[in-house]
């Protein structure tokens, strides 16, 4: 936050203009009030970003301000001054929610300083408040893998951490762009600042505006008071655009002059903000097709396109799933409560096979609803109810050009057995057929001479005996 608007509430007409005036030497606009009614009608009209009060005036006092102001004005800081400081009188003021108190007189490099700590508290609490929000539904995490893709990922984030190129993260929905776009903010010299998100498709055109860039009061229906929006939450810091490709045309223009010149106006306001902010933008469209039928900017992308870095899908680096899968496998385990410590080999089988159309947020939830369900310690096939069109079928389909529909039928239904331990009643749940009709193939295959995997036999488990009330009539 940056305080902008002040307004100093005096009865004192020399008073008065000696606070605005310190006020204006350091760049802070000044509205003024001759008394406490007066400051509350104009409270009504505009927003400010402190209120300087003096505390004795005439019908409503400084307190009384004080009290309407947090009732009223609930986020704006409060400055009482008074030459009449006692501490009974200190202890009262903090209560109703003063801010701070300036004894008169005071030097305008005391009130720098106190308008300097009331910046720094207010952006901590804004801060803190948009960091609540990214952990109750934002992503978390690191980058696991071990395969050459991403390891080629991972080598890129390390380069370009350290300078402030724009990074234009691509890849599939659920690869990881938003993991990518925090390790190069955490390993970057913004480190320490703010990394702020903004899902750009989610919002409307207006709503998209309004969070890029804040507000002023009266913009827009709704907007009752000022609003700082992500470029200046951003200060020093990095802003992530996720899903940038969905940017309308008018605010891809306004996005170009930040990117360009660094500097922007609040919808609804006149004043030119500087802004230093690192940007990473995301996208699973194919931009150079938007580019050719014109709902993206050609400048903009090669603006955004300063260092590209492409996300490989999962199912490409495959060896990496048991590695995540393990990793999700102790996350959701520890947030559940839950003593699942294992996958099965027929299970990590099956992850393995699988196509991953949803990438590794597939992964992840497949992996933490069946650590919910798993009945032990261990996941087994029964918790990872995969839908039939997964790897089995693609691999073998893949291998089919040249072989003759029965080879192909018997490899894919082979190859499911195998995958699911010889279970037949999983196998014909996965290729969509009767159990009878996998009984029929097994048996031919069998004639044939192929070797049929053979489902594992459990131990019969004993009758348990009868409760003594269940026993009775």
Not at 99 to 106: A, Q, R, T, V, Y
Not at 112 to 125: A, D, F, G, H, V
Not at 453 to 459: A, F, T
Request: glycine share 6%; with cysteine; net charge neutral.
């Amino acid at each position: 936050m940056s305080i902008e608007r002040a307004l100093v509430v005096e009865d004192d007409e020399l008073g008065r203009e000696c606070v605005a005036e310190s006020l204006a030497e350091i760049g802070v606009e000044t509205r003024t009030a001759k008394n406490g009614r007066q400051a509350i009608e104009m409270l009504a009209k505009e927003d400010v970003d402190v209120i300087l009060s003096d505390l004795r005036m005439p019908e409503v006092d400084g307190l009384a301000l004080l009290r309407h102001a947090r009732q009223n004005c609930p986020g704006t800081p409060f400055v009482l001054m008074t030459a009449f400081g006692t501490l009974d009188f200190a202890i009262q003021a903090m209560r109703d929610g003063a801010e701070d108190i300036l004894l008169k007189p005071f030097d305008p490099d005391q009130l720098t300083l106190l308008l300097k700590r009331i910046e720094s508290k207010q952006r901590l609490q804004r801060e803190n408040q948009y960091l609540k929000r990214e952990v109750e539904g934002g992503a978390t995490g690191e980058i696991i893998g071990e395969t050459q893709p991403i390891r080629a990922v991972l080598e890129s984030v390390r380069r370009v951490a350290p300078s402030k190129a724009t990074v234009f993260i691509r890849g599939e929905s659920g690869t990881g762009k938003e993991l990518v776009a925090r390790a190069i903010h955490a390993l970057s010299p913004r480190r320490d600042a703010p990394f702020v998100r903004v899902n750009c498709a989610a919002l409307s055109e207006t709503l998209l505006e309004s969070e890029l860039f804040g507000h002023e009061r009266g913009a827009f229906t709704g907007a009752v008071q000022r609003r700082e929006g992500r470029f200046e939450l951003a200060s020093k810091g990095t802003l992530l655009l996720d899903e940038v490709s969905e940017i309308s045309p008018r605010i891809q223009a306004k996005l170009l002059r930040v990117l360009e010149e660094e500097e922007f106006e609040r919808v609804g306001g006149q004043r030119t903000l500087k802004v230093d902010v690192r940007v990473i933008a995301t996208s699973n469209r194919n931009l150079e097709a938007a580019l050719k039928d014109g709902s993206f900017r050609e400048d903009l992308f090669y603006r955004l396109h300063v260092v590209p870095i492409v996300l490989p899908p999962l199912r490409e680096r495959k060896e990496d799933v048991p590695l995540l899968a393990r990793s999700f496998l102790e996350r959701f385990a520890r947030e559940n409560g839950k003593n699942v410590t294992k996958v099965t080999p027929a299970a990590m089988a099956r992850l393995g096979a699988y196509h991953w159309p949803g990438n590794v947020r597939e992964l992840s939830n497949v992996i933490h609803r069946a650590v919910v369900l798993a009945p032990g310690d261990a996941i087994d096939l029964e918790q990872l109810p995969l839908p039939a069109d997964d790897g089995a079928r693609s691999e073998a389909l893949a291998a089919a050009v040249g072989m003759r529909a029965e080879d192909v039928e018997r490899e894919l239904i082979l190859r499911t057995l195998r995958s699911t331990d010889g279970n037949r009643t999983r196998t014909a749940e996965l290729l969509d057929l009767t159990a009878r009709t996998i009984n029929n193939k097994i048996r031919l295959y069998r004639a044939q001479g192929y070797e049929i995997p053979e489902p594992k036999r459990g131990v019969a488990k004993k009758k348990p005996e009868l409760e003594l009330s269940e026993s009775l009539p």
